[in-house]
């Protein structure tokens, strides 16, 4: 029994989410072991990073028990993440199969604001690729920025479904009652 659960549990493929967690972290963890700061000012490229990258490196960092802070600390060294590419790509390949690849370039730089001299850089690019059993949605999801939604577009969708809405009731009393 155990062995069937194990077998159908290594079966599985990951989220997309999952994969770039698992990637964001090796990079996190790699850069995070050249810090000897008690405490970071994290920042990002671009500042409207995606909420998952944010949350692996803040992370990780703080597993190492070093203090975030989010606005410019004099004493903090500058931990500087550049996301350059961080996108999931995915595409038919052949039937009920889907080609899934991660690509990804992320710059690193670590910068003692007391010493004022930068104490570690390093760019990370890479990618990987595997194929997920059944047809999935296809196209490219971009890790690198949050995707918020228009202003108006947030206000028009509610207001066509209501008015929908009472397009149906209208109609549906208007032919019953003829």
């Known amino acids: 029994m155990i062995l069937i659960l194990a077998s159908a549990a290594g ?3 990951k989220s997309d989410e999952s994969l770039v967690v698992e990637v964001l972290r090796g990079v996190a963890t790699e850069a995070a072991a050249h810090l ?9 490229n671009p500042e409207d990073v995606h909420l998952t990258v ?25 931990f500087f993440v550049d996301v350059r590419r961080l996108t999931v790509a995915k595409a038919p390949a052949g039937e009920n199969m889907t080609r899934r690849e991660l690509r990804w370039d992320i710059g690193i730089s670590i910068e003692s604001r007391v010493k004022k ?16 059993n059944g047809v999935v949605e296809t196209g490219i999801q971009d890790f690198r920025t949050e995707e918020n939604e228009p202003f108006w577009l947030a206000l028009l969708e509610p207001l066509l479904v209501a008015t929908a ?10 032919v019953r009652g003829s």
């Open 117 to 132: 001299m930068i104490l570690w850089s390093r760019s990370f690019t890479g990618s990987t690729v595997d194929s997920l």
């Open 11 to 13: 079966g599985q493929s």
């Open 165 to 174: 809405a009472v397009i149906v009731v209208v109609l549906l009393f208007t």
């Open 54 to 78: 944010r949350q692996v490196f803040a992370a990780v960092l703080s597993e190492r028990n070093i203090r975030i802070y989010t606005e410019p600390r004099p004493a903090a060294d500058l």
């Open 36 to 44: 000897d700061a008690g405490s970071v000012e994290l920042r990002f």
